[in-house]
């Protein structure tokens, strides 16, 4: 049997663990500093993104009036519904504006809906044409399309169902996009 004397074991064992040492630094070249700056970076690409996800989503929100007019059959008109001011005019608004708040409870559009305001009760063949100004607030990148559809159906439904004390003639309903301008002026007026 050879015979190995212990300083050849000795260098055979120090060569071993320099060996062993190099190939620990060959297969995790990252020092600790270098991890913690990648995790940080990515961390802070994901908080930029989820912050401009938010934004589009909350802040990036814009006002959108409509326009919606429709007769009521089984009131008269009189004189005093010119005065937005008068008694008639408040209650009967206050009917009108409940009823439409109604229409879009339970729906997405809900939480949309910021107001709908009566602006004006005119003359209407056997009744009372209404003139209401609603405004939503959407994303802003939303389809105008597709929102005016949803907004539609959902009034033209609760305007064929039960809306006593009012009665509705549904074949005169319409509704119409207006711009900021309008709405405001109508509002105002």
Known sequence: LPTVNAAQHRSSNSATAGTNRMSRSRTNPWEPWMIALVVLAILLVLATAIGLLVYFLIYDQKLFFYNASFRINNVQYQPNFD????????????????????????????????????????????????????????IATDNKEILWTNIYH??????????????????????SEINEESGTNLLNS
């Open 83 to 138: 005065k937005q001011t008068s008694a008639e005019f408040r209650e009967l608004s206050r009917n009108i504006e409940v009823l439409i708040k109604q229409a879009f409870q339970a729906t997405p559009l809900e939480k949309r809906l910021i107001n709908a305001r009566v602006v004006r009760l005119s003359p209407g063949n056997d009744g009372v044409l209404a003139d209401v100004v609603l405004i939503f607030k959407f």
């Open 154 to 175: 959902s009034l033209l439904k609760k305007l064929k169902s039960s809306t006593w004390p009012l009665s509705i003639d549904t074949s005169s309903y319409k509704l």
